[in-house]
Structure formats: C-alpha cells, structure tokens
C-alpha cells in the first residue's frame, strides 16, 4: 500500500541513491501530521453510518431523478449502490488517514472507476454532492480538531477532484 514513507523509499530506490534531505523531510512532516490523522480516523471511523447516511441523503436531495420511477439510474439497487459506494469511499478515506497516504483510495476506489461508471452509464456528479457535502459538513472543534479537520478534508478533496 502507497504511504509517504514507501513512496519515498521507491522513489530514491528507483533511482539508485538513498532518500535526500528533503525526502526525509517529507516523512518527518507526514509523521507530524500522524496524530491529527489519527483523530479524523477513530471520528470517522465512530461515526462512519451516520457520515455516509447524511451524504447520501445530500446526493438524493440534489438529484432527486435517482428516487423517481422510470428515470435511468433510478432503481432501488441502484440506490443501495450508491449508498454502498458513498461508505465505501468513506472508509477508503479513514484508510488513507492511518497509512497517511492517497493509496487505498488510489488502489480501491480510483483506479478505474471513471471506466467502470462510464461503461456502467452511471453518473459521478451524486458522489461529488455525497463528497462535498461531508467535506462541507465537519466542522473544528465540534467534530474534531482543526488540523485533523484539514487532513480529513484534504482527502475528500482528492477523492472529489478524481470523481470530476
């Protein structure tokens, strides 16, 4: 799984020289960043139903063609689908705030998802509201401390611009 640290390690290993000074400086910022991760991960993680459930009623507020009959895409698996996949990227997005890296997100959730919702004829736009809405949604200090706030949100935004 892609990390900062095995990024790096890779990085200066494919080009046969041990990790510079400004590698290391990037893991000792990742490590820095640890504990606010870590927070944003265990409030994520006690709180995961509730997050995703609020996101996806965002989306179908929205894009209320996903509750209508008859409408492409509007079928009650679908909606199970998206309800499935909204948590699924909300757990991705806890895994990449305790390995402190883009790589589960990278490796489950994007690589090859536009392909698939392309050939699928599935539309990306509810994930982004889903996406946006939680990242507009938490809130320093009620649900967690202003820098784990940002970690979190740093990955939504990932996961947001990769679903636009």
């Avoid at 290993?13 to 290391?24: I, K, V």
């Avoid at 996101?55 to 895409?73: F, H, S, T």
């Amino acid at each position: 799984m892609k990390s900062v640290v095995t990024t790096v390690i890779a990085a200066a290993d494919a080009a046969g020289r041990f990790p510079s000074t400004s590698d290391l400086e990037s893991v000792q910022g990742s490590i820095q960043r640890a504990a606010a991760r870590l927070e944003a991960a265990e409030k994520l993680g006690g709180n995961l139903d509730a997050v995703a459930k609020e996101a996806y009623d965002a989306c179908i507020k929205k894009y209320p063609y996903l509750n209508d009959a008859g409408e492409a895409n509007s079928t009650p698996v679908f909606k199970e689908k998206c309800a499935r996949d909204i948590k699924h990227y909300m757990r991705l997005i806890q895994y990449c705030l305790i390995v402190g890296g883009t790589g589960p997100l990278d490796e489950w959730g994007i690589a090859g998802q536009r392909e698939v919702y392309r050939a699928l004829g599935l539309p990306t736009a509810p994930y982004v509201e889903a996406l946006s809405y939680a990242r507009n949604r938490g809130c320093a200090p009620r649900d967690m401390s202003q820098q784990a706030l940002v970690e979190y949100n740093a990955l939504l935004d990932y996961a947001i611009n990769s679903l636009s």
